[in-house]
């Protein structure tokens, strides 16, 4: 089943809005023959290792896949189906499809053709390979993730602004990994202007790669008659969605349309972007994750209007211990520990001297926004 997690993530990034799947076929305790799950309408990882194994497997032949096979047919025929024509004797399975028309039932299907059937392996790992997958699936909406790197208190910069590099480069390297998983990224205008970021994966040796990239900016005060950000004039432009407001210049409009960056103006009461429309529009775009990188102002609103689902915390050996150095998050009002905002299913990893705690995001029944702080 270790095996087959890392064939799975072979195709890291590349599956939206399908799954990533591994599976290995095993016969008299060695591995004959692997396939994973290469592209969304490509065939999935139990059919690619059957081909690959190229004739029928022996009696004994056990399939370890790391999510349930589906039952029902789609662009490439049930998977149980295949396992069942092919003759295999034993499935092991690491997490349970969260799709309700298969969540189960394909170890039904295969038990009542005489597969036996093991189920939970690795469940776990299994299941994290999917955290955006689970999420669109159970829930039809995109998984908005956050993520930050701060001190020991707390901190994303001195009182200065100063911000690079408070984490080390592989834990940077782990946030571009992340990055080539999500299906876009995004960014508030304060962080366009100041940093100018590329938001793009750059891991050496591999082709530079640009998701989605969003920019929330309620004004258009990103853009000027000066020099505009790289994201609106780099080859990447059109991969560009600048997230703004009806109150918004046309002519600002006009200027990012011409440069082949497209606009997205939601309906706002204010001259804030309405978070809660952008994740629908995501829903009818289907862009099924958004990674969150800020700045804080960004993050802050988004966790105030409840529409952060997971959350990645990088954090540095570094203590600051200045109160005007900028905190990474505010605008909340918690009085009791029970009103804070917590993490569940936590993991943790460690990358040289820095740590990372993700984990899902989980509000309390009632939580206080400061006057002036909240979101629309």
Known sequence: ???????????????????????????????????????????????????????????????????????????????????????????????????????????GVLSEAGVEVVSGVLE??????NLIFNHWIARRTPLIAAKSAVTLDGKIATRTGES??????????????WRRLFPAIAVGAGTVMKDNP??????????????????????????SDRVMPQVYTDGFRERTIVVTTEHAGLGYVRKLRDQGVQVWALPSATQRVPIAEFRKKCVEEKITGVYLEGGAQLVSEFLQEREVDYYFMYRAPLLLGDER????????????????VRLADVRHEVFGDDQLMRGRVVYPQRMQVDEGGAAQ
């Open 1 to 107: 089943m270790k095996r087959a997690v890392e064939l799975a993530r072979n195709a890291w990034g590349m599956t939206h809005p399908n799954p990533l799947v591994g599976a290995v076929i095993v016969e008299d305790d060695e591995i004959v023959a692997e396939g994973f799950h290469a592209q969304d309408g490509g065939p999935h990882a139990e059919r690619v290792a059957l081909a690959k194994l190229g004739r029928r497997p022996k009696p004994k032949a056990v399939l370890y896949v790391t999510l349930e096979p589906c039952s029902t047919h789609g662009r490439t025929g049930a998977c149980c189906e295949a396992i069942k024509e092919a003759g295999i004797a034993r499935v092991v399975v690491g997490a349970t499809d969260p799709f309700v028309a298969h969540a189960g039932r394909g170890f």
């Open 325 to 340: 150095a900028k905190a990474g998050f505010s605008g909340l009002r918690t009085e009791k520990l029970e009103q804070a």
């Open 164 to 177: 690079k590099w408070i984490t080390g480069e592989l834990a940077r390297a782990d946030v571009m990994k």
């Open 198 to 223: 590329k938001l793009t994966v750059r891991v050496e040796g591999v082709e530079e790669w640009c998701p989605w990239r969003f920019v929330f900016d309620g004004l258009l005060r990103s853009v």
């Open 124 to 129: 776990r790992e299994c299941a994290d390979l």
